[in-house]
């Protein structure tokens, strides 16, 4: 079955840390993977994307994430973590299938930086 | 350009009314999606539909939930008869059009509205 995994509920992380959230995916062809931020009572927002190409892929926000084909992961990270980065993030995969594709959505991390 | 617009952002119903949420996409966007989210939980996939069409609402429940996208208005997420499980925040997306998976497209980004969170009493 066509999924993505984030194995992580929550991460705490010290303000200046360098942060990742982890993100794994299962699916059949190219996979196109995202990163959504959502912060409390708001709508997701897009962070980044990968689809082709390098495989280290920048975002909003001084995000950044790698995707790793053998491991097929696509973990989120900033160097440098700020308090105001403290929200919910999801990893995102788009789904293939015989006549449609929809996005898939992991169940999402919540990323709590302590000043 | 606005963004994806949904409203009400907020809606109460009792139980056995029913519940309208309306979500208008991006200018130029064809493609919208509805997810549900349950409180700390992640988003769950509903519908996605096309100008007059739904191409994809293998999340949809069977009953008492349908959705539609006029080929004017906004798109409109139907839930009849609403039980207090179906309290919940509705996120409606926007992308611009079809992606092929061998042509990659600026167009594969969705977009989402501030939701429409429906509390059922």
């Known amino acids: 079955a066509q999924s993505v995994a984030q194995p992580e509920d929550q991460v705490n992380v010290a303000e200046g840390n360098p942060l990742t959230v982890k993100c794994t995916y299962s699916?059949?062809?190219?996979?196109?993977l995202f990163w959504y931020v959502q912060y409390p009572n708001r709508g997701l927002q897009f962070l980044l994307k990968?689809?082709?190409?390098?495989?280290l892929v920048k975002g909003s926000y001084g995000f950044e994430a790698e995707f790793n084909k053998s491991q097929t992961s696509f973990h989120l990270k900033k160097p440098s973590a700020l308090v105001s980065d403290s929200a919910l993030y999801f990893c995102?995969?788009?789904?293939?299938?015989?006549?449609?594709?929809?996005?898939?959505f992991g169940s999402g991390t919540r990323l709590s930086i302590r000043p | 350009n606005a963004g994806v617009m949904q409203n009400p952002r907020h809606l109460v119903r009792r139980r056995g009314q029913e519940a309208r949420l309306r979500c208008s996409p991006m200018?130029?966007?064809?493609?919208v999606y509805w997810y549900r989210q349950l409180p700390e939980e992640g988003l769950k996939f509903m519908v996605y539909?096309?100008?007059?069409?739904?191409?994809?609402e293998s999340g949809m429940p069977k009953e008492r939930f349908s959705a539609e996208f006029p080929k004017e208005g906004p798109s409109i997420l139907r839930i009849q008869q609403v039980v207090r499980g179906d309290s919940a925040a509705y996120f409606c997306?926007?992308?611009?059009?079809?992606?092929?998976?061998?042509?990659?497209?600026?167009?594969?980004?969705?977009?989402f509205g501030p939701g429409t969170r429906l509390t059922v009493l």
């Open positions: 995102a995969v788009r789904a293939w299938y015989s006549s449609a594709s929809k996005i898939i």
């Open positions: 699916v059949s062809g190219n996979p196109y």
């Open positions: 990968y689809i082709t190409g390098d495989n």
């Open positions: 539909l096309q100008k007059e069409n739904i191409i994809d």
């Open positions: 997306a926007s992308s611009p059009g079809r992606v092929s998976q061998t042509l990659y497209q600026e167009t594969d980004t969705q977009y």
């Open positions: 200018k130029g966007h064809s493609h």
